[in-house]
């Protein structure tokens, strides 16, 4: 029984000495450790809200088979459009879900984007006789009420994923030089709607060390939008379908 107690009580203090040899036994706890896990949970605050406006390109690959006639007495044709276009966009998303790695955002997306055409022709102007040119241009509008999850990463840049589904309004409009500077719409050629919708993937990039304030955003679009027949306007030509392809950069703000 005495042996028994010695060997409890030798593994007892052994215990306690070992105990005190641990690196662990004199920490003390750090004074910053309560400020420094609320700048943690600081710095990965989000906005709760976010406005935007950005420009960049559009390209739309169906548009380079469309070449429609001048006029129906007119066999002579335009040119045809160009894929590569010009856009611009404005945003705002409100705050709607926090997560411990992201929050999503609701809101919507204005945007209009134009095409050129390739061809240029005359235009003479009566009684005066004046000649100028006139182009052709495709022109897109869109209305999309939309979602972003952004990610929680750091203050350096925020990854999002977005999406949305709207109205969609495609025109071809004829401008003219105007002789006295600038342009001016001359006759709108043909008119379409449709329903469609986009995805996107994104990144916004905090202008300030805090990530509050302004922020500049690079993000790709992929718009999936049928326009249909388009046949009325550009004889024997096949159908306007998407997608529309996006690149945009812009400058977001809360």
Same mark, same amino acid.
């Given at each position: ?15 306690? #000495? ?70 611009? +966009?404005?945003?705002?998303? *409100?705050? /709607? ?11 919507? $997306? ?13 235009? *003479? #102007? ?31 840049? *925020?990854? #999002? ?7 969609? /309004?495609?025109?071809?409009? +004829?401008?003219?030089? $105007? ?7 001359? $006759? +709108? /050629? ?8 986009y995805v996107s993937l994104g990144m916004d990039i905090p202008l300030s060390s805090n990530g509050r304030g302004f922020s500049? *955003? ?5 718009? /999936? ?30």
């Amino acid at each position: 029984m005495k042996a028994v107690r010695g060997h409890i009580s030798t593994l007892f203090w052994t215990a306690i #000495f070992l105990a005190s040899l641990s690196p662990h036994a004199h920490a003390q706890p750090a004074p910053e450790s309560c400020p420094v896990e609320s700048t943690s949970k600081e710095a990965q605050k989000l906005p709760k809200q976010l406005f935007a406006v950005a420009t960049g390109v559009s390209y739309l690959p169906d548009l380079s088979a469309i070449e429609p006639h001048r006029a129906l007495i007119n066999p002579e044709r335009f040119g045809r459009f160009d894929v590569w276009g010009f856009n611009l +966009e404005v945003a705002y998303h *409100r705050q /709607l879900v926090q997560w411990d790695s992201a929050d999503l955002y609701i809101g919507g $997306d204005i945007g209009l984007f134009t095409h050129g055409n390739t061809k240029k022709f005359d235009v *003479r #102007f009566f009684p005066s006789g004046e000649t100028t040119q006139g182009e052709i241009f495709a022109r897109g509008f869109y209305l999309t009420p939309s979602a972003k999850v952004v990610l929680k990463r750091s203050h350096s840049w *925020r990854p #999002f994923l977005g999406a949305g589904a709207g109205y969609y /309004l495609l025109d071809f409009v +004829e401008l003219i030089v $105007d002789p006295l500077g600038g342009s001016f719409e001359a $006759d +709108e /050629l043909f008119e379409q709607h449709a329903f469609g919708g986009y995805v996107s993937l994104g990144m916004d990039i905090p202008l300030s060390s805090n990530g509050r304030g302004f922020s500049l *955003r690079l993000e790709g679009k992929v718009h /999936l939008v049928s326009f249909g027949s388009l046949d009325n306007f550009a004889p024997g030509s096949s159908n306007l379908n998407g997608p529309i392809h996006m690149i945009q950069l812009g400058i977001v703000w809360d």
